[in-house]
């Protein structure tokens, strides 16, 4: 008698759990999945939208980029801020530069040369009242869609190709069943991620930028090439031969004659001596993971971040000599959390550790790398540093800090949303 009560009460609490989590909306058949969607546009807007608006609330903040006495932001496939800086301690937003696709941008001599999906876009920024639309080179830049790492199938459903264009991806979870997404996604899933891995003065960008000017010649990469650009005439740009660099290109910096290319797969160093044709010199191969390089004069410095569709489990900062350039060489690996932009300015080290917060370290004694700052509690994302002042960008808030004897110290924060 005693067991059959037992046997009724467990039933009973079993079912008023099925009960409350039906009750909750749970189904333990369901979970969820990360889809990317597609941010499309008609193709008549899309070539004939850019224009400069008021300051906007921030979607997504994106790069950074300083031109004079601006600081450009880029909201990941809508365009640019523009925030008014002569006064560091207290900058402020003046205008959106409107610009759909868009995640890289680079500025000499008051022109702006932008992304827009494939597309490469000259503005005349002389006065930032009245952007002028100077150019635009429809179909330059390859393979140039930025993927979104982390995701688990890409939604390709309800694009008209006639009529639309494809200028980014939102990442949304989805809540359904395994048999529900295999039916819709599972069949295709391999094939989709092949495909995504297959196809004044100057400026200063960050460490995570796409785009760089050097002299009269533009250096553009996408997921495998240096799309190479003549600028000598600055509203008249010359697209010239591709230069085939791999696979999973993110990042390029520059160093004298030399440009050096993070990718998930390492870091490929060229010679650009003749500028119209980057030549492969070396490479340091690493296990796959996403990839921002920065270069001093014997040292080039590499933040892998593991995890999030990156594929390596790990992250550290990698220090890899290169004095001598046909052979690099691993020095020294540093343990970090989720490590993104990174910077040198002198002897400081500035590396963006996401989550982590901002962590500056003295490398004037490599492999010695001892830390001098640690600004915990903000999620950092890339950083530039300037003559005087360093830029850092991350979640929706521009922080700057001025240089010190020991480190560097807080000067403003500005929200952008």
């Known amino acids: 008698m005693k ?10 609490v079993s079912l008023t759990f099925v009960s409350c989590d039906e009750d909750n909306g749970i189904d333990p058949d369901r979970q969820e ?9 008609a193709k008549a807007e899309f070539r004939a939208a850019v224009d400069i608006i008021g300051p906007q609330p921030i979607g997504e903040s994106g790069k950074i980029y300083a031109y004079k006495n601006y600081i450009f932001i880029n909201d990941k496939y809508e365009g640019v801020h523009v925030i008014d800086n002569s006064r560091p301690s207290n900058p402020r937003k003046v205008s959106f530069i409107k610009i759909p696709g868009n995640v890289d941008i680079s500025i000499k001599d008051d022109y702006l040369y932008a992304d827009s999906v494939s597309d490469l876009v000259v503005l005349y920024i002389g006065d930032l009242n009245k952007v002028e639309q100077v150019a635009r080179l429809e179909s330059v830049l390859g393979d140039n869609v930025v993927w979104p790492a982390g995701v688990q199938a890409f939604d390709w459903e309800d694009i008209d190709y006639e009529n639309e264009i ?21 069949a295709r899933n391999d094939v989709l991620f092949e495909a995504a891995n297959v196809d004044a003065g100057t400026g200063q960008g960050g460490s995570l930028a796409r785009f760089k000017i050097v002299d009269e010649y533009l250096y553009a990469v996408d997921s495998h090439s240096i799309n190479v650009f003549d600028i000598s005439d ?8 591709d230069v085939h660099a791999g696979f999973d290109i993110e990042t390029i910096f520059n160093k004298g004659d030399h440009l050096f290319l993070g990718s998930m797969r390492g870091m490929y160093i060229y010679d650009i ?6 030549t492969f010199i070396s490479e340091f191969a690493h296990g796959t993971a996403c990839d921002p390089v920065v270069v001093d004069d014997r040292y080039a410095y590499v933040t892998l971040r593991g995890g999030n569709g990156c594929g390596a489990t790990e992250s550290g ?11 690099p060489e691993l020095k020294v690996i540093y343990p970090m959390e989720e490590p993104y932009g990174l910077g040198i300015k002198d002897d400081k080290l500035f590396v963006c550790d996401g989550k982590a917060g901002l962590k500056v370290y003295d490398k004037s004694n490599v492999p010695d790398l001892p830390q001098l700052n640690h600004f915990k509690d903000i999620n950092t994302f890339d950083v530039i540093p300037l003559e005087s002042t360093l830029l850092m960008v991350g979640d929706g808030t521009l ?5 010190a004897d020991d480190g560097i110290e807080h000067l403003s924060t500005l929200m952008l949303n």
Do not use: C, H
Not at 234 to 241: G, M
């Open 399 to 403: 922080y700057q800090y001025r240089y």
């Open 317 to 327: 900062l990698f220090i890899i000599d290169i004095s001598v350039i046909e052979s």
């Open 3 to 12: 067991k059959r009560i037992i046997l009724v009460l467990l039933l009973t």
């Open 33 to 41: 999945y990360l889809i990317a969607k597609p941010l499309k546009m």
């Open 166 to 186: 494809l200028v980014g991806w939102d990442v949304v979870p989805v809540n359904m069943t395994e048999d529900e997404y295999n039916e819709k996604y599972g």
């Open 234 to 241: 600055l509203e008249d740009p010359k697209s010239l031969e």
């Open 273 to 278: 001596s003749t500028p119209a044709t980057p």
